[in-house]
């Protein structure tokens, strides 16, 4: 099945939950904590995790939706962005980026 990327608070982590990306936790400039991406949660990660205050993790889900689905959300998303970005000058490098990276996350 394919998967989607998810952001839950980690008070809605559960153990066998996927980290989709990399985390790295800093408590006053230092790095205290790190996971890899591709690590299966455990309830002492999640433990530790809530210890060192993360609020957020970025884990894969199964994604029910048919190609289609994902297209027409996608498609959605996209026209939402464009609506949102109206007033904005999207040949200004930065914004550009900006508004490519949003698009990138409301479209997986």
Request: no cysteine; glycine share 4%; charged share 20%.
């Amino acid at each position: 099945m394919k998967k989607r990327h998810h952001y839950l608070p980690i008070e809605q982590a559960l153990p066998g939950m996927v980290i989709s990306a990399p985390m790295q936790i800093s408590q006053q400039g230092f790095l205290s904590m790190t996971l890899p991406a591709g690590l299966v949660l455990t309830q002492e990660n999640i433990n530790q995790l809530i210890a060192h205050r993360a609020e957020f993790v970025d884990v894969d889900l199964d994604d029910p939706r048919s190609d289609e689905q994902v297209a027409d959300d996608a498609a959605h998303a996209a026209h939402r962005l464009l609506e949102i970005f109206e007033g904005a000058d999207l040949s200004e490098p930065y914004m550009a980026n900006f508004f490519d990276q949003v698009l990138i996350y409301r479209s997986t």
